[in-house]
């Protein structure tokens, strides 16, 4: 017989088990075949390696140094294993798309900006989603990498255990209104006043949005109204221009329409949590410290673009956002 690898571990099992009883359970062998193993392996090493008793074995003195041998032998293979697999790894995920995506607006361009200036050397794909829980179940199955998601008040999102999330900051909604309506010409907006009036709405998905609106203007002592369902913001807008509805909009969006405002709501009952969220076997603990913070950076310049944002926010807003306030 030929010496292999295999017949040290053999040997290192037997030594470290104290029995060949116990060494062939833990290799799934039976004991007599483990038995006539170890003798083969003595044969071929020239003689016995180790010292049979009632209470099990003991290596020989030359056993002792075979061991030794053995050990460093395998220890020495499975360093080298890892090693390989590592830098095969490594490499795979040098030269394997990096796969992006999203579902809140504005934020999922400024992914893919800060992505781009990260990890110029890397393919940048996208998958940008309305379904929230559709992306989330691609971030579960590696079908995505890295995100940017909206996660409301009350509705937790189903990230599963490969997936690690980051508090971005809380973003308020606004309120839209026809430029001509009297509560356009408050500079803020209590949710109670927009009792009577008719709402349009993107359409309800598992994101929790429509339930969000109905319980917390419960809370303000009215059931909204949902007149109008679209997914289109410039449809939206056009019935709010026309005094059909109002809509909720979030502050950083590019609402172009003429004869519309933004208007803050007084004590923001409407917010969403903002997250980076990413497969933790696939994207490193330091690109997401990195992306997470160019998108914060980002962020803050697109509220220097929206006057109207931006009073909010230097009027305590930036605590709200940050986590502290309501």
């Excluded at 209104?177 to 209590?190: I, T």
């Excluded at 329409?257 to 917010?271: I, K, M, N, S």
Aim: charged share 25%; aromatic share 6%.
């Amino acid at each position: 017989m030929h010496l292999e690898f295999r017949h040290l571990r053999v040997l290192l099992t037997v030594a470290e088990s104290g029995s060949i009883r116990k060494a062939a359970a833990r290799l799934q062998l039976s004991q007599p075949a483990t038995s006539a193993q170890l003798k083969r392996i003595e044969q071929e090493l020239g003689g016995p390696l180790f010292v049979r008793g009632a209470d099990g074995v003991q290596p020989t003195e030359n056993g002792q140094y075979v061991l030794r041998c053995a050990r460093d032998l395998v220890d020495g293979f499975d360093r080298l294993r890892e090693h390989a697999r590592s830098a095969a790894e490594a490499d795979q995920q040098a030269t394997a798309p990096l796969r992006a995506g999203g579902t809140a607006g504005p934020l999922v361009s400024l992914l893919v900006s800060a992505l781009f200036e990260l990890v110029p050397e890397r393919r940048l794909t996208i998958d940008a989603r309305r379904s929230v829980h559709t992306l989330v179940k691609s971030l579960s199955l590696a079908k995505c990498d890295i995100a940017v998601l909206a996660e409301f008040p009350g509705f937790p999102l189903p990230v599963g255990e490969s997936v690690a999330t980051r508090t971005l900051l809380r973003e308020p909604v606004f309120v839209l209104l026809a430029e001509d309506h009297p509560l356009a010409r408050q500079e803020s907006v209590h949710l109670q006043e927009l009792a009577g009036e008719d709402w349009v709405m993107p359409e309800a998905d598992e994101s929790g949005v429509h339930a969000y609106l109905h319980l917390t203007c419960q809370s303000a002592g009215f059931t909204p109204r949902i007149a109008h369902v679209t997914p289109d913001l410039s449809v939206a807008q056009l019935l709010v221009a026309g005094r059909h509805a109002v809509c909720g909009v979030w502050p950083t969006a590019d609402v172009s329409a003429r004869g519309t405002v933004q208007r803050p709501l007084v004590d923001v009952p409407f917010h969403r949590r903002l997250l980076l969220a990413w497969n933790t076997e696939s994207v490193r603990p330091e690109l997401a410290d990195a992306a997470s913070e160019r998108l914060l950076a980002a962020y803050l310049s697109l509220v220097r673009e929206r006057p109207r944002y931006l009073a909010w926010w230097e009027d305590g807003g930036r605590e709200f956002a940050h986590g502290g306030g309501c």
